[in-house]
């Protein structure tokens, strides 16, 4: 059955990855986005309107909508879209985020984990309360159109090509920078990593849409470790570099920043406190449609896309070369 679906974005990484497969699909879909990010996939209406202004929903309100789509973390942006849309739309998909959950130190978590206290000031958040947000935008979209017309897709890590974070493709960027026998300090080995890649991710929001699939889900990939990971990226990379493993306790001492931003270690996040942050539950998804690629083709598409940026650029995430030689130095 084809559907009419839109997609609140579409000219970004995410939301244009499901523009681009709904599309695939056969579906009718619309973008309503800005614009500043590209253009929208070819086979997709675009309605240009910016959701901050007054108005910017004139063009796609009034119109019925198998399912919308909606990214955002901002709840009054939220809260403006269902405004507008909701008494015309069958059922809503929000792409939220595994950061709603209090708990991030409980391995193997599902669903039902606490969540933080929604965001409840007027106006824009800032990415301090991330999680807080997410949680409101949850709560607008399950007032606006009840439990049963909405899924709550709580994203974990989004990987693969396009990724412009570097949380992921530090590590087989990394990789291919370095020749064989270079040392390369990675965090401890063992260390549970759990990402999806963004392909998988659209495909399965898609599927969302067309099934009507309700309720909240953790839209996480397979638990995995930080070994594999870099097993698998140095397969893609076809290089031999020296693994130089450091400790959490180590790593923290010399001041190395964990997760994300300048100087820091991806996908690294201390234990135990962090120790349910990448070993969730993802059974709710896979029972409703999720389909996993292997963790190879996810680097692959990582790998090719750190090529084509270019390996030796300024990074949003990861250790500087001098930097890491001084941490090296100090093993």
Known sequence: MTIDLLVLGGTAWLGAAVAR????????????????????PAQAAWVRADRSRPGAYDEVAGRHWDAVV?????????????SRLAATTDHWVYVSSSSVYADDAT?????DAPLNAAHDRPGPVDRSSYGPAKVACEQRCVEAMGREHVLLARAGLIVGHGDRSDRFGYWPGRLDRAGDGEPVLVPPLEAPVQVIDVEDL?????????????????????????????????????GSPRLVEAGDEWLLAHGVEPWSGPESLPLWVPRPEYAGHMTRRNAAAVAAGLRLRPLARTVEG????ERSLG???ARAAGLSPAREAALLAAR
């Open 21 to 40: 497969a709904a599309a695939h699909r056969g579906h009718r879909v619309t973008c309503l986005a800005r614009g500043e990010s590209g253009d929208p």
């Open 70 to 82: 909606d990214v955002s973390w901002q709840p009054e942006m939220v809260a403006s879209a269902l």
């Open 107 to 111: 391995p193997d978590a599902a669903e």
């Open 202 to 238: 659209a495909g399965w929001l898609v599927t969302c849409c067309e099934r009507r699939a309700a309720g909240p889900m953790n839209a996480v990939g397979a638990v995995t470790t930080l070994g594999e990971v870099l097993t698998a990226c140095r397969a893609a990379t076809g």
């Open 302 to 305: 990582a790998l090719a896309w």
């Open 311 to 313: 390996l030796a650029r």
